[in-house]
């Protein structure tokens, strides 16, 4: 038994938007031998845009049920049927995230009609279920409202039932088939040659163009977590028409390429590090009293901070720690506001050249101190990381506290020296994103 259902909703995200309206035809494989219909209240304003789309408007859904009050007739009547849907993870992700709002689970096998158009009638420019009709001459009455769109499901799938030489709609419904997991224009074949292998994977649009890049230790599993995963799952999967991948050995490689590609790349879907620092600087200056002052602040064209970060927060501690490490005065690191001395020269815990009680000369050597540590905290490092096959290593070169890229060699080939260890790498730019990683690993 088949449930086919269609769904309307006030946007695009399942976990932030609520349904507006369900069609569902219970059909034997043969005919429809039942039907449910309901707008439904979404306790909530419809965007304009929704309106103009759908022609629903909030006066429509104002008597409408809200979803508690037609959750059990849903349940009932969906139950023991395979679910389908044009695209089934977003009509199937609402679904299931109205009944989780109530407390309780819905689960049922899925069958989408995207994947199958895909398989049984191949070469379609397009597989949208209005261009896909239109190709098949199958007419939609009431586009954009859930019966029509519905009713349209039902005939293309009873046309997908009748051409279905190869059986692959009864492969896809069998309890261990991806049919149903993968996104709706991702080819089986391509998800198929994931490797289980450290790396990073990318993620392409219907012209090729990378929209979201990530790594893994094991890319199949992490992809495949971004399909299945409620908290991993991607809100775009419908846009991904091809994954492609890099193998690097290392999670150390995978980490860096992954942040390169991604500043390189400039994915729409990446937002976290597109840019090449953070919004945040520590700027360094000299007041006019001589004194070497730090300040931290949002990041300007015409200054160049000696460090970035992604939020003040991080870049307050980080100032924090650099005034605890070299007993700085945190009024003269930008930490205090008040007027007169340090609140930490009233407790005695900084030596007051705040409030002239410590000769200049001495204070600013030790924020020359903390500068130096700050630029040259990596130093000099030839840093070894696993290769993409056994007899393989992968270098990391770091020369001053910069990073200037990593490389492969042969397992047995000595490296000893900066110079030896920078023949066999690729450049790479440095950025606080990349010092930040190295860090983290070496540490």
């Given amino acids: 038994m088949y449930s086919i259902i269609d769904i309307e909703t006030t946007g695009g995200y399942a976990l932030r938007n609520r349904i507006t ?7 034997d494989g043969e ?4 039907e449910f219909h309901s707008l439904i209240n979404p306790e909530q304003h419809l965007p304009p845009y929704i309106t103009k789309l759908t022609g629903i408007t909030d006066e429509m859904l104002e008597d409408a049920p809200r979803f508690y009050e037609v959750a059990k007739e849903i349940m009932l009547f969906t139950r023991d049927s395979i679910f389908v849907a044009h695209n089934v993870g977003f009509d199937y992700g609402f679904v299931r995230e109205e009944f989780k709002s109530l407390g309780a689970d819905f689960s049922r096998p899925k069958l989408c009609t995207v994947r199958m158009s895909r398989k049984i009638f191949p070469g379609h420019a397009s597989y949208s279920l209005g261009n896909l009709c239109n190709a098949l001459g199958i007419e939609i009455h009431g586009r954009h409202r859930a019966k029509g769109d519905a009713e349209a499901t039902v005939k293309l799938f009873e046309r997908l039932l009748e051409n279905d030489a190869e059986g692959f709609i009864a ?28 790396g990073v994977y990318y993620f392409h649009d219907a012209k090729g163009k990378v929209i979201y890049v990530g790594k893994a230790i094991d890319i199949r599993k992490r992809v495949l977590s971004h399909f299945t995963d409620k908290k991993k799952r ?9 994954i492609t991948w890099t193998i690097t050995g290392g999670e150390l490689i995978a980490l860096l390429l992954e942040s390169d590609e991604i500043k390189k790349l400039f994915p729409i879907y990446n937002q976290a590090q597109k840019r090449t620092g953070g919004s945040f600087g520590l700027f360094h200056y000299e007041d006019k009293a001589g004194i070497q002052r730090l300040h931290l602040g949002r990041k300007q064209n015409t200054l160049k901070p000696v460090a970035a970060f992604k939020s003040f927060e991080s870049g307050r501690s980080y100032v924090m720690e650099m005034v605890r490490a070299n007993n700085l005065c945190p009024k003269c690191c930008g930490l205090q506001k008040t007027p007169g001395p340090c609140f930490d020269f009233q407790i005695k815990k900084c030596k007051g050249v705040c409030a002239g009680k410590e000769e200049i000369a001495e204070y600013n050597q030790r924020v020359a101190h903390a500068l130096d540590h700050l630029l040259e905290e990596l130093g000099d490092r030839i840093l070894i990381d696993k290769g993409r096959r056994p007899e393989e290593k992968a270098i990391v070169v770091v020369e001053k506290g910069v990073y200037k890229g990593f490389g492969y060699v042969d397992r047995d080939t000595p490296i000893s020296t900066l110079e030896e260890a920078s023949a066999y790498i690729r450049p790479y730019p440095d950025n606080a994103d990349i010092r930040k990683i190295l860090r983290n690993w070496i540490e």
Avoid at 184 to 194: A, D, M, Y
Wanted: glycine letters at 0%; aromatic letters at 6%; charged letters at 35%.
């Fill in 31 to 34: 005919k429809i031998i039942d």
């Fill in 21 to 27: 309206e369900i069609a569902i035809f219970k059909h």
């Fill in 234 to 242: 991607l809100s775009f999967l419908d846009q991904i028409h091809d």
């Fill in 171 to 198: 492969k896809a419904v069998k309890r261990h088939s991806r049919e149903a997991t993968l996104p709706p224009n991702l080819p089986t074949e391509v998800f198929e040659k994931i490797p289980e292998d450290t």
